[in-house]
């Protein structure tokens, strides 16, 4: 008598395997078949799990929202001067990306096309936002160069933060922290008014 294989994926695995492949193949070049065969599983086992690849989408992004949203509510990020709570963020937020970095590397790629998309990119927006506002009250508190326009300090400082989704892979001589700090002196140390 043979038994049937059993389906050892969970929500959270299959998850996994669903990040990978659409960062591989991007999200509108992945269907329901690549995502079975990644996982080895059919594709009624999947959508016992979930309705379809869209819910699995909107479970990535939201995993790595929430990481990104959850810094703004630390101590660091609402308490002291708006520099040190704006440095505060933009550190915990490269910790964020490296821990979550299958995550936030998809965050960071959707388009806009389906309407967890359309959702995950005004919520991208959204927290682009709240640091660009502290990067505003730092200026206004003297805290940040003058001679430097704060809007193409913001985009300049989210360029440098996203694109190590594109070049950075855990290597064992630098730790998430030691990554985070060269990403924070190097973006603040020209930003910042010289100090006495």
Known sequence: MTTARRD??????LLSVAVQVFNERGYDGTSMEH????????KSSIYHHVAGKEELLQRAVSRALDGLFSVLDEPGAVRGRAVERVEYVTRRTVEVLVDELPYVTLLLRVRGNTRTERWALERRREFDHQVAELLKAAAADGDLRADVDIRLATRLLFGMVNSLVEWYRPHPGTTPGQLADAVVH?????LRTARP
């Open 8 to 13: 050892t994926y969970t929500p959270e695995s």
């Open 186 to 190: 190097m973006a603040f140390d020209g």
């Open 35 to 42: 995502l079975s065969k990644a996982a080895g599983i059919s």
